[in-house]
């Protein structure tokens, strides 16, 4: 005669393993702080954007800025085009 596996048990743990996976991947999808920092040769260092930080100069970073209303209206009038990654 056969024994048969207790599949409810199998079935909870393999419940719980799941659990356990889907939290740890909302944890590891989670975006990143951004951090900032004044690099070595004092150009402005911004961190959590992407795998490498970006790093522009004062100068660079203030025309970036006074153009934000241009670059928002850019983003606006071309959203479709765009691919989007958190």
């Not at 996976?21 to 690099?39: F, G, R």
Request: glycine residues 4%; hydrophobic residues 50%; proline residues 5%.
């Amino acid at each position: 005669m056969t024994v048969l596996p207790d599949l409810r048990q199998q079935n909870a743990e393999l419940q719980a393993k799941l659990e356990a996976m889907a939290a740890l991947l909302a944890v590891a999808n989670k975006p990143k702080a951004i951090t900032l920092k004044v690099s070595e040769k004092g150009a402005l260092s911004i961190y959590g954007l992407g795998r490498f930080p970006v790093t522009l100069y004062r100068g660079q970073i203030e025309r970036l800025l006074s153009a934000k209303p241009q670059i928002e209206a850019f983003i606006s009038a071309n959203a479709k085009l765009f691919a989007t990654k958190d």
